[in-house]
């Protein structure tokens, strides 16, 4: 079972930055692959960033503004997030995108315009 706790969130002003952590523990050697999504009230969870290997991906809102990364001897994952406009507002979950855990609490992201 692996357990995954998001951090980092917070109420930042349009066109400032966040950095969002994921850690995850339990029985998890090496994240191989995770993704970070968000969901904004009254709308469904949507992938933001992708993880997978050394390759990663994003969502056309996010392209050239978010930056995922990781760290292995942490087991943690990161979400930078620059350039943030009011619509980037949701919280923010981290999962293993093909075999998900069980979801964490998320990090409440909110910008102000």
């Known amino acids: 079972q692996v357990h995954l706790v998001e951090s980092g969130g917070g109420l930042v002003q349009a066109g400032g930055s966040l950095r969002l952590s994921c850690a995850a523990s339990g029985s998890i050697r090496s994240i191989n692959a995770m993704g970070w999504y968000r969901q904004a009230p009254g709308s469904v969870r949507e992938l933001v960033a992708l993880l997978v290997g050394g390759s990663t991906t994003y969502a056309d809102s996010a392209k050239g503004r978010f930056a995922i990364s990781r760290d292995n001897a942490k087991n943690t994952v990161y979400l930078q997030m620059n350039s943030l406009k009011p619509e980037d507002t949701a919280v923010y979950y981290c999962?293993?995108?093909?075999?998900?855990?069980?979801w964490g609490q998320g990090t409440q992201v909110t910008v102000s315009s």
């Open positions: 999962n293993h995108p093909f075999s998900p855990w069980q």
